[in-house]
């Protein structure tokens, strides 16, 4: 898909003189494009999450959430974690923690205003049969504190940066596609997300268009392609 993506966005670039994006370029945008729209996604989910909840629906929201949801369950993965100084770090790429295991067990999250009430009572304080964890950025405290090993989360990361790779064609010297290179890497969200990617690459590149440009030029490509079969 990146390379769809940057064929579309060079053509619209050059359509007008619009500019020009190296490589080095056009992988930044790319980068920061698909962290929005995999972070609009985890929105979308949960927007649907609220209103099936209140019982607000209407036909077909049960696709789209069953396609939200595979579409991020693409990005779950798990991790065991180790125990330093009264905490746990969490992995670098965690984007949202969606579980927290003691040997097997789930372990309660406890928001930090609550946590006093959860430790200083009889009742609810946590015990190694029912234990707890509270969050504070990257990393996470287990209650009670003799919990130090056979922890580990069920989480989602966040999506590999894309890296379009190329190698320079001597006679014009101008980049070409290498989809061999070692370092290559596509876009990890869905393929129906293309037309976000393209608009908002150029949007960063100082170009504004509309999605039917970008449908209008793709359907021009297919015709042409066909024409060449």
Do not use: C
């Not at 007008?16 to 056009?26: R, W």
């Not at 999506?159 to 070409?176: G, N, R």
């Amino acid at each position: 898909m990146i390379n769809n993506v940057r064929n579309t966005v060079m053509f619209f670039l050059n359509k007008d003189n619009n500019g020009y994006l190296t490589p080095d370029e056009f992988n930044a945008f790319a980068r920061q494009a698909q962290l929005e729209v995999f972070e609009d996604m985890f929105y979308q989910y949960n927007k649907w999450l609220v209103k099936r909840n209140t019982g607000v629906s209407y036909s077909g929201s049960s696709d789209i959430a069953k396609f939200l949801s595979e579409s991020i369950d693409k990005f779950s993965t798990s991790a065991a974690l180790t125990y330093s100084a009264g905490i746990y770090n969490l992995p670098t790429d965690v984007y949202s923690v969606t579980n927290v295991l003691y040997s097997f067990k789930d372990v309660e999250r406890i928001e930090k205003n609550k946590l006093p009430y959860f430790l200083f009572s009889n009742h609810t304080a946590p015990t190694t049969y029912y234990p707890a964890y509270s969050q504070a950025g990257t990393t996470i405290t287990i209650y009670p504190s003799t919990i130090q090993t056979n922890v580990s989360i069920v989480y989602n990361r966040y999506p590999l940066d894309p890296k379009w790779t190329y190698y320079t064609d001597p006679a014009t010297q101008a980049p070409l596609f290498d989809q061999a290179a070692p370092d290559y890497k596509d876009f990890e969200v869905p393929d129906i997300f293309q037309n976000d990617l393209i608009i908002k690459i150029l949007k960063f590149a100082g170009v504004t268009i509309r999605e039917n440009e970008i449908v209008a030029v793709a359907t021009a490509e297919e015709q042409n392609n066909q024409q060449q079969q």
